[in-house]
C-alpha cells in the first residue's frame, strides 16, 4: 500500500535543495543539462539528498535493457489520477542525478507527491536502491545492449539480483520468460512474475545460477544441470492479434485497449497492471489510464508533415528491433527509415545490426541513414533486402508520401524527435 | 541440396557475441552471389557437428559461455575429424581460444581446448582492450589491412605451430594494447591447417570480404566473379566488392576501459 508522503527535510538538505533549484532552473532555461543538473549540485552540497528526498515515499523503481522509460510511464499514470500526485523522471533522466533532479521537480511542483516512480540505469540500481529503500522493484529484461559500455549482460544481471538479494522488503516484479531477468528476481524471496510470450532468446543460453547450459522450448525454459526453470507467471498476458489481456491471480482478467502498439507495449501494460494493483489500484481504474496514453518522450508519436505522416519508433539493440519488426508486422508495408548512430550514448560497436533479422523488412520500402548508414546498408545488403542510402534520416522521411516509420538507435531516435518538434 | 557449399555455424547460442554468427551470413551470400549454391547449417546445442562441411565458424561469448562450448566441442567426432582434414575454420574471439590447446578464466581454473590451433590464452589483468582497429595481414592471399572491434581481456601466446594472422597498426596504443595482448601488436593466429583466428569482431568477414572470399577459396577453388544483387546502393556496392572504405571512415579511436 501507498504510504504517508515525503518527510520534512533537515535543514542542510532543504539548503542544498534551494541552491540546486536555482541552479537547476537557470541550465532548464538556457536548455542545458535540465534534467541532471539540479540533483548533481544538490548531491554535491550534501551527499545524502536523494535518501532524504525518497524519505517517507512509496518508491518504485524500474529497470532492464529495454522498455525502462514507457514503462516507467505507464506505472506512474496508474498510480496517479484521482488528485494524487507522482513524481517521475519522465525524461528518461535515468542515473542518480537525473532521479535527484525528478524528486526536486516533484518538491517544487507538488510537496506532497507521496509516490515516486523511476527508472533506473541497470548499472546504477544498486545506489539507487540504497538510498531510496523501493517499496516495489521492477525487472523488466536483460539483453546485450552496449557491451563495449556496460559491461557484459550476464555480470549486469547478476549484479541486479545482489541488489534484489540487500532489499528483502522490497516487492519484486519481474519478467519470468527471461532466462537472466528470472534469475535475479529469484533472489527475492517471494518475486511476482510476469509471463507472456517472449521473443528475443538470443541471451539466454547459460544458467544465471550455475552456468549450465539453458534450453528452449516453446516460451518454456530449463537449466539441463540445476533445474532451474521458468516459474509460472503470477500475470500473463494474453494476446489475441493487437489485442491484450492480463490474466492474474485468483483468476481475474484485464482487458488491454492501448493507444500504443505492439507486443511490447502490451507486456510493458502487464508489469504496470501488476504492480499498480499490487499497490492497491483497481484493476479496472488501472486498465482505463493505460487507456490514455498516446506517446512517450516522443517514442511511438505521429508527426504529421506536408504530404504524409511520420511515426517515431526507439530500437537501440536487438531485443529492441525484435519488438519493432512485431509492430510493424501488425500494419501494412509502409516505408521505414532507419537510422543508426554509434555516438557514446549509442555505444561505439555496430555489430548488433548482425542480430537483428532486418530480413523481416523485405515487404517495406526502406532507407538506411545516421551516422553508420554504411555499415546498416552492408548488413541489409547481406540480408537480401533493397534499399537505398540518405544523408539524413529527417529528410528522407519527408520526401515520401503518406506514412512512414522512422526507427532511430539512441541518439538517431532523439535527433529525430527534435527535428520534428 | 546435397550439394550445397555448407557453412557450419556451431552454437550460436552460447558463441554469438557480437553478431558474430553474421559471419556464416556473409560467406553464403559470398557464394550464392556468384552462382553457387550455399547454406548455412546451424549446430545448435544439442546438435551432432556434421564432419563434412565446407567452412565452420565459430564466435566470440562470454567467459561462462566459453567454457560451455569447450567442453561441449571438445570431445566431438565431427568437428575434430572436420579440423583434422583441414577443413577452412573462422574462429573469433572465445573461438579462437576454444580451439587452441588451453585457456585459464578468471579464477584461476586452465580449461582444456581441442588442441587444433597451437596458442594457449591466460588472463591479461589489466584493462579489457576495447575499441576499433586496423592491422596488416601477414598471411598470404590478403592485400588490404584488415578491421574490426576487439573487446577482450586475455593474453594469448602462439606456439610454435601457429602463426600471427596480422600486425596491428597504431602503436600509440601502447606496447602491451590490442592484438594478442602479447606486447608485440600481432593479431590472431593462423593453423598449418585450416583454421583462421581473430579477435576482430565487426563481424570480421562483414568488414573484410577479402578475409570471406580467403576461407571460400580455400573451401571450393578459384572464385567466380560476383555479382550483387539489385537493390544496393553504389558506394555500398564498392564495399562488398572488397573496395576499401576511405580513410576518414576509418576509425580508430583507441578507447580502452576497465572491463567489467
Ligand atoms: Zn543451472
New interface residues.
Given amino acids: 500500500m501507498i504510504s504517508g508522503g515525503p518527510t520534512r527535510l533537515p535543514p542542510r538538505a532543504r539548503a542544498a535543495v534551494a541552491v540546486a533549484r536555482l541552479v537547476g532552473g537557470a541550465a532548464r532555461r538556457a536548455g542545458r543539462h535540465g534534467s541532471v543538473i539540479g540533483g548533481r549540485v544538490a548531491t554535491m552540497l550534501d551527499r545524502r539528498v536523494l535518501a532524504r528526498l525518497a524519505a517517507g515515499r512509496t518508491v518504485v523503481l524500474v529497470t532492464g535493457t529495454n522498455g525502462k522509460t514507457t514503462t516507467t510511464s505507464m506505472i506512474a499514470r496508474v498510480l496517479g489520477g484521482a488528485g494524487r500526485r507522482v513524481a517521475t523522471n519522465h525524461l528518461g533522466a535515468n542515473m542518480p542525478d537525473g532521479i535527484t533532479t525528478a524528486l526536486l521537480d516533484a518538491l517544487s511542483n507538488h510537496e506532497g507527491a507521496p509516490v515516486a516512480v523511476m527508472e533506473v540505469d541497470e548499472s546504477y540500481l544498486d545506489v539507487v536502491a540504497a538510498a531510496t529503500d523501493p517499496a516495489v522493484v521492477v525487472l523488466l529484461n536483460f539483453s ?1 545492449d552496449q ?2 559500455r ?7 544481471a547478476r549484479r541486479v539480483g545482489e541488489v534484489v538479494a540487500a532489499h528483502p522488503r522490497a516487492r519484486v516484479v519481474a519478467f519470468a520468460d527471461d532466462v537472466l531477468c528470472a534469475g535475479a528476481g529469484l533472489r527475492a524471496a517471494d518475486p511476482v512474475w510476469v509471463s507472456s510470450p517472449s521473443l528475443w ?2 541471451d ?3 544458467c544465471p545460477r550455475c ?3 539453458v ?1 528452449h522450448a516453446g516460451v518454456r525454459w530449463a537449466c539441463s544441470s540445476c533445474g532451474l526453470a521458468r516459474p509460472d507467471g503470477d500475470w500473463t498476458l494474453v494476446e489475441q492479434d493487437t489485442a491484450g489481456t492480463v490474466h492474474g491471480p485468483g483468476g481475474s482478467a484485464t482487458a488491454l485497449d492501448l493507444q500504443l502498439p505492439g507486443h511490447a507495449n502490451r507486456l510493458n501494460a502487464a508489469f504496470a497492471l501488476a504492480v499498480g494493483i499490487e499497490l492497491g489500484v483497481d484493476p479496472a481504474v488501472a486498465a482505463a489510464r493505460l487507456r490514455d496514453l498516446e506517446q512517450v518522450g516522443g517514442r511511438y508519436r505521429t508527426v504529421t508533415r506536408p504530404g504524409g505522416t511520420t511515426r517515431l519508433l526507439l530500437a537501440k539493440n536487438p531485443a529492441g528491433w525484435a519488438q519493432v519488426l512485431d509492430l510493424l508486422d501488425e500494419g501494412p508495408p509502409r516505408p521505414v527509415v532507419v537510422a543508426v548512430n554509434s555516438r557514446e550514448a549509442d555505444g ?2 555496430v ?5 537483428v533479422p532486418f530480413e523481416r523488412l523485405a515487404r517495406h520500402p526502406l532507407v ?1 541513414a545516421g551516422d553508420r548508414a ?1 555499415d546498416l ?3 541489409l ?9 540518405a544523408d539524413d534520416p529527417v529528410a528522407a522521411t519527408r520526401d515520401t508520401l503518406g506514412a512512414v516509420d522512422l526507427v532511430g538507435n539512441y541518439t538517431a531516435f532523439h535527433d529525430a524527435t527534435r527535428a520534428l518538434t | 541440396m546435397s550439394d550445397d557449399v555448407t557453412i557450419v555455424l556451431l552454437l550460436p ?2 558463441l ?7 559471419n556464416a ?2 560467406l553464403a ?1 559470398r557464394l550464392r552471389w556468384r552462382g553457387i549454391p550455399a547454406r548455412v547449417h546451424t549446430v545448435g ?2 546438435d551432432a557437428v556434421p564432419a563434412d562441411g565446407d567452412v565452420y565458424v565459430l564466435g566470440g561469448g ?1 567467459d ?2 566459453q ?2 562450448a569447450a567442453d ?1 566441442l571438445r570431445d566431438s567426432i565431427g568437428l575434430h575429424s572436420a579440423l583434422a582434414r583441414g577443413a577452412p575454420t573462422l574462429a573469433v574471439c572465445a573461438g579462437l581460444q576454444v580451439l587452441g590447446t588451453a585457456f585459464t578464466i578468471a579464477d584461476g581454473t586452465r580449461i582444456a581446448g581441442l588442441g587444433a590451433l597451437d596458442v594457449e590464452t591466460r588472463p591479461g589483468g589489466g584493462p579489457r582492450r ?3 582497429v586496423v592491422a596488416d595481414p601477414l598471411v598470404d592471399g590478403l592485400d588490404g589491412p584488415l578491421e574490426g ?1 576487439e ?1 577482450h581481456g586475455g593474453i594469448t601466446e602462439l606456439g610454435p605451430d601457429a602463426a600471427p594472422l596480422a600486425r596491428l597498426r597504431d602503436p600509440a596504443r601502447g606496447p602491451a594494447a590490442g592484438g594478442n595482448g602479447t606486447g608485440d601488436r600481432l593479431e590472431g593466429a593462423v593453423s598449418a591447417g585450416g583454421i583462421i583466428a581473430t579477435y576482430l ?3 570480421v568477414l ?1 568488414r573484410n570480404p577479402a578475409l570471406a572470399d580467403l576461407l571460400l577459396a580455400r573451401a571450393v577453388g578459384e572464385l567466380p566473379p560476383l555479382t ?6 553504389p ?3 564498392q ?2 566488392l572488397g573496395g576499401r ?1 576511405s580513410r576518414h ?1 576509418l ?1 580508430t ?1 583507441a ?1 580502452r576501459r576497465a ?2
Fill in positions: 546485450r557491451l563495449d556496460v559491461g557484459e549482460v550476464r555480470t549486469v532468446t538470443g539466454a543460453g547459460v552456468d549450465g547450459a534450453t561505439r560497436d555489430s548488433w545490426l548482425w542480430d538506411a554504411g546498408s552492408v548488413r545488403a547481406y540480408a537480401g533486402i533493397g534499399h537505398r542510402l | 547460442e552460447v554469438g557475441t557480437y553478431g558474430d554468427a553474421g551470413s556473409v551470400a546445442w544439442t562470454e561462462a559461455a567454457v560451455l561441449r576495447i575499441g576499433d572491434f573487446n569482431h565487426g563481424p562483414a550483387l544483387p539489385d537493390g544496393v546502393p558506394t555500398t556496392a564495399r562488398l572504405r571512415e576509425r579511436g578507447r572491463g567489467a
